[in-house]
């Protein structure tokens, strides 16, 4: 199927329907169409934005609560996905649903963390979305995907009556009768008789309608985490593509927020409140780095551009950053002209002022925790991510964080959900119950603190997760900028064919 890049041609109605029967699917079979890379990029994005969000939630609220179905199903209808099965004419819903899927699958097969983060926000995904359809669009859909399992008749399930009542937990005798139930083998059903929660005859499980999801979650991760590594084994022929290569590894490092690169406190913050401020509102991570510096009065270059980026990023000037760095620097082992000679260059690079004069933005969390991990001697990095669990919870009880709130956050990390183990770490901090935003970037956690500490707002109750994606290059490696799909060259409108080839095997 061939489209321009300008305008996508028309399909007719039936074909629309038969390319899309159901709003929601297993994802088995990829998209052949072409795209243009500004399309490629937007859907990707607004996918990423709806895990992030999916992630938080599933954190943040019960999963299945209202509040929780009400806040999922609000950021569908805003990023244009699939929302409601029985909503009429969502065929761009379903199309773009179905192709940001396959883009951020090659985005996250790339290893075995982002497949299991991929895994995990998809399954949560799926399983809103499933219980969301009604009865008959439930059945429709398990014949859609070949997962048609027989319903046993009202006088075999009259039979198993009081069987069916004592095995099945909340089922009394009369919500039996009501309930239709399912004759499926006992290897689909392995998880529901491992809690005990269905009955079990000659090596079938009888489940009750209410339980199918169970076991059409099951199915679905089975494939998804076999589709993941099969696409890890297209990687070469990904990696050989430069259209795609430094997108899909801008994707599963990108942050999708501001870049905090221009502030409007710029030049507002004195050196003399650093100290105090790294308290109150630094993250972990940079409060670690700020620690270091003045306890050592020397970072290593990781440190220093993390730490220094930061810095820039709320509102210290270039001449306050060479003030500051200067005066640490030469308490240590170096000298003034040791100084201006080998470190105040990149302090002014990193300010756009030398080389290619590149306006360096502040890191995201999600670049902290996925490249350049700390080694002996460093203190870059993401603390939750790269500290031992153990130095992690003597750091936090230094910080005189209550055991309980420790123990919160160290299940967060255990579960590899780092900014969310941030998030916690910023209630804690601050006396709040709920943060009211999904954090994503230092720089966003120290503005967020100021305006909380100032009175600037109150904590708030409704989850945000609005922001741009960030475009700028945070690393001294710069991406091609004809690779970058947002760009106002004619590249921009390059087409990407053959998308199913990188889903398939050698």
Request: hydrophobic fraction near 35%; aromatic fraction near 10%.
């Amino acid at each position: 199927m061939e489209f321009s890049s300008r305008a996508r041609q028309k399909l007719a109605g039936d074909r629309r329907e038969q390319q899309y029967p159901h709003s929601l699917q297993f994802y088995l079979e990829p998209p052949t169409e072409s795209i243009s890379l500004v399309e490629f990029e937007s859907f990707a994005v607004d996918r990423l934005k709806l895990l992030k969000v999916v992630e938080n939630l599933g954190v943040s609220h019960v999963r299945g609560t209202d509040v929780y179905k009400t806040k999922l199903e609000g950021e569908l209808r805003k990023l244009k996905f699939p929302y409601r099965a029985l909503a009429e004419d969502d065929y761009e819903a379903r199309r773009k649903d179905h192709i940001s899927h396959f883009i951020l699958r090659l985005a996250y097969c790339q290893s075995e963390e982002l497949r299991r983060w991929f895994l995990q926000q998809e399954m949560d995904l799926f399983r809103y979305r499933f219980n969301e359809l009604t009865d008959s669009l439930m059945q429709k859909f398990l014949e859609h995907v070949n997962l048609s399992f027989e319903a046993i008749g009202e006088d075999l399930k009259n039979e198993l009556a009081n069987e069916l009542s004592v095995s099945t937990p909340g089922f009394s005798l009369s919500k039996v009768k009501e309930q239709m139930f399912y004759k499926v083998g006992l290897a689909d059903a392995v998880d529901l008789f491992r809690a005990r929660r269905v009955f079990i005859k000659d090596g079938f499980a009888y489940v009750p309608f209410k339980e199918i999801d169970v076991i059409v979650l099951n199915n679905y991760r089975t494939k998804l985490s076999k589709a993941l590594a099969l696409t890890a084994r297209s990687l070469p022929s990904i990696q050989s593509d430069e259209r795609l290569q430094p997108l899909l590894n801008h994707l599963s490092h990108s942050y999708v927020g501001p870049d905090y690169s221009v502030q409007k406190n710029t030049g507002k913050i004195s050196l003399d409140q650093i100290d105090a401020l790294s308290v109150k509102s630094f993250p972990l991570c940079m409060r670690q780095l700020h620690r270091a510096l003045r306890d050592s009065h020397h970072l290593r270059h990781g440190g220093r551009m993390q730490y220094g980026l930061f810095l820039k990023g709320i509102g210290l000037t270039l001449e306050q950053a060479l003030e500051f760095w200067k005066k640490e620097f030469i308490r240590g082992k170096v000298d003034a002209d040791k100084f201006d000679k080998g470190y105040a260059y990149s302090i002014r690079h990193s300010y756009g002022k030398e080389g290619r004069r590149t306006d360096y933005t502040p890191y995201s969390c999600m670049k902290i925790i996925m490249s350049n991990p700390p080694s002996q001697g460093d203190y870059h990095g993401c603390p939750f991510r790269h500290s031992d669990p153990e130095l992690l919870k003597q750091k936090l009880q230094s910080y005189k964080i209550p055991p309980s709130g420790i123990t919160q956050v160290l299940e967060l990390v255990k579960g590899m959900h780092y900014q969310l183990a941030c998030q916690k770490y910023f209630e804690l901090t601050h006396d709040i119950d709920d943060i009211g935003f999904s954090l994503n970037h230092p720089n966003q956690y120290f503005t967020e603190s100021q305006k909380l500490l100032s009175g600037g707002r109150e904590p708030k109750k409704e989850f945000n997760n609005s922001g741009n994606f960030q475009q700028k290059n945070n690393s001294h490696e710069s991406i091609n900028s004809s690779s970058t799909p947002t760009s106002s060259n004619a590249k921009a409108d390059t087409e990407l064919e053959g998308l199913e080839a990188y889903f398939t095997e050698d």
